[in-house]
């Protein structure tokens, strides 16, 4: 024990740039979670892994089995190894992944990078200096220890395993299992450690972290270790969580490449949470996104109803996700009143993906110009309708039931001869400020493009711009560069959305409401959104950005118009 403690002590002080085993695509696959919660047994792995093959899906791509969060013993062995609980894996865990390996499917094993796992309150995770038991105690006793990751990962890659899921429960504290704020649970070191340990390894493992977007900057230190990294808390069986996570993958495009794809959490398809249409929508977006596709309900035709599967059948959806060329969709318009969103994304073969989200209770016919995402005319496919529907130009209008996502791939693409140019930048701190927002400063790179920002909190707090020149009349695009690192952490079990609201009057009219997403890792990290804003006349005009009641809207740092 003593040569594992001295090691794994050596581990903090070692470069986390490894060279993990990386899928070319988001992995695809099973997990117990959502369905089973913390009670898998080996009856419940075998079944699933074998309803992967009988239903087709692991031809699809399905391969990735993993036995989430409750599948081990209370006590290590006398050697400090996990061990599986031989009450509900009787045959123990090397012999589920011969089982799992026997079908062609790759065994996914799950930790924690706490004190206990989660769902527990006493099942062993990694975390060193925690009071572990170990069996060969014969009291039982506990005994101070300085870290298990490097026996752990030896011993995942001695069951075989092809994958881990490493949590982030009981990262500080032996008391508190979700802890969202702390310096211990928010830093990556604990991820970052163990990513090394995998990196030493004789076997390939694909590393999925799972430390729920927390803290700060995931997206820059978790793609260079992680095959998959989670960006959200869990996903829970309601419509809401979809829009919650949607609104926090956002920025991820930044950072999303071959080998290094943003998790969205496991997918809530067949387990009658949603509507057929909100299961579509659903599985829309966690494929455009580039979202590992993980099914959370169970492998078996008695227990998902017919239609659900036909969504983890689509092969057409599934191969956007399975794009060679890696890249994650953007947010390209948000009509926030009206309830609807374009997102569209890079494909290989000089294709793109445009997805045209109804977020609305209610059917709506809404009109996108693919001016837009840069088109002047292509040839489009419908996916979830299998057809193909000739050459497209101008300006589309479909007819979205509520909560229905048209998913349309765009090939053949023709660029406009000229798209909308800029017609000035205005920074927010040559804004006129009332109410509660205030100017603040950002270093270095921070608060792009201008280097500061203006914090518009609470209501009555506004930046108002006088001077916006327009060449013409009427609706105008804006470029708003803000920040929004409002994060719903414990609210995410409630109404948090990750968005904050922004109204925009221009020359005194009735302002309008937008909901911008996450814009990056922290308070500093601007990104872009697009809005359509109406009430502009040829040469000066005032603009007006201001809370939206009494919530405080996100920060912001300038806008730019084009026409």
């Not at 009856?43 to 391969?63: C, F, H, P, R, S």
């Not at 095959?227 to 809401?240: C, E, K, L, P, T």
């Not at 005319?377 to 130009?393: E, F, I, K, N, P």
């Amino acid at each position: 024990m003593e040569s594992i403690i001295v090691a794994s002590a050596l581990l903090l002080e070692a470069s986390v740039e490894a060279a993990l085993y990386k899928s070319e695509t988001p992995p695809m696959g099973w997990n117990s979670y959502n369905y089973y919660n913390c009670y898998p047994s080996e009856e419940i792995m075998k079944t699933n892994a074998q309803g992967l093959v009988d239903l087709g899906l692991a031809d699809l791509g399905y391969v990735y089995v993993t036995t989430d969060c409750g599948w081990m013993s209370r006590d290590r062995d006398s050697e400090g190894r996990l061990q599986w609980n031989s009450t509900l894996f009787p045959s123990g865990g090397p012999a589920l992944g011969e089982y799992i390996h026997g079908l062609g499917l790759k065994f996914g094993l799950y930790s924690g990078a706490g004190y206990y796992q989660c769902g527990s309150t006493d099942l062993p995770a990694s975390l060193g200096m925690a009071l572990q038991r170990l069996s060969h105690y014969s009291e039982r006793r506990t005994k101070p220890i300085a870290g298990f990751e490097e026996i752990d990962a030896q011993t995942f890659a001695d069951w075989e395993g092809d994958s881990l899921k490493y949590d982030n429960c009981y990262s500080s504290s032996r008391d508190i299992m979700a802890d969202y704020v702390s310096p211990a649970s928010t830093s990556p070191e604990r991820h970052q450690k163990m990513a090394t340990v995998l990196d030493s390894l004789d076997r390939d493992l694909a590393y999925f972290i799972c430390q729920w977007g927390i803290g700060e900057d995931l997206g820059e230190w978790a793609p260079p270790i992680g095959n998959v990294y989670r960006i959200s808390n869990d996903i829970y069986n309601a419509w809401r969580s979809v829009w919650r996570i949607t609104n926090q993958v956002v920025p991820f495009y930044k950072s999303t490449s071959v080998g290094a794809y943003p998790d969205m959490d496991m997918l809530i398809v067949g387990l009658n949470a949603l509507s057929l249409q909100e299961e579509k929508f659903h599985f829309s977006m966690w494929a455009i996104n580039k979202s590992p596709l993980n099914i959370g309900a169970p492998a078996d035709p008695k227990l998902m109803p017919a239609a659900s599967l036909d969504v983890f059948r689509n092969e057409e959806v599934i191969a956007i996700n399975q794009d060679p060329l890696g890249k994650q969709a953007r947010l390209v318009r948000r009509y926030t009143e009206e309830e609807w969103d374009v997102w569209a994304g890079e494909l290989s073969g000089s294709r793109m993906v445009l997805g045209v989200a109804n977020w609305k209770n209610d059917s709506q016919a809404v009109e996108v110009d693919l001016l837009a995402v840069n088109i002047s005319s292509a040839s489009a496919r419908d996916v979830w309708a299998a057809q193909d529907l000739g050459t497209v130009s101008g300006v589309q209008t479909l007819e979205l039931a509520g909560h229905e996502m048209s998913v349309l791939v765009l090939s053949d693409v023709v660029a406009p001869a000229s798209v909308p140019v800029s017609a000035g930048y205005y920074p927010a701190a040559n804004a006129t400020l009332a109410g509660n927002a205030t100017q603040v400063a950002c270093d270095g790179a921070d608060c792009a493009p201008t280097g500061s920002k203006v914090s518009i909190a609470g209501q009555g707090a506004s930046a108002v711009f006088d001077s916006v020149i327009a060449r013409s009349e009427g609706v105008k695009l804006l470029g708003v560069d803000f920040i929004n690192y409002d994060i719903a952490l414990d609210s995410a079990w409630d109404y948090g959305s990750n968005t904050r609201n922004l109204t925009v009057a221009v020359n005194g009219g009735a302002p309008k409401r937008w909901a911008f997403p996450i814009s990056g890792g922290d308070w500093f990290e601007s990104d872009r959104m697009f809005i359509e804003v109406d009430g502009f006349v040829a040469g000066e005009n005032q603009v007006a950005f201001a809370a939206n009641g009494d919530s405080s809207a996100p920060d912001l740092v300038g806008f730019e118009v084009f026409e």
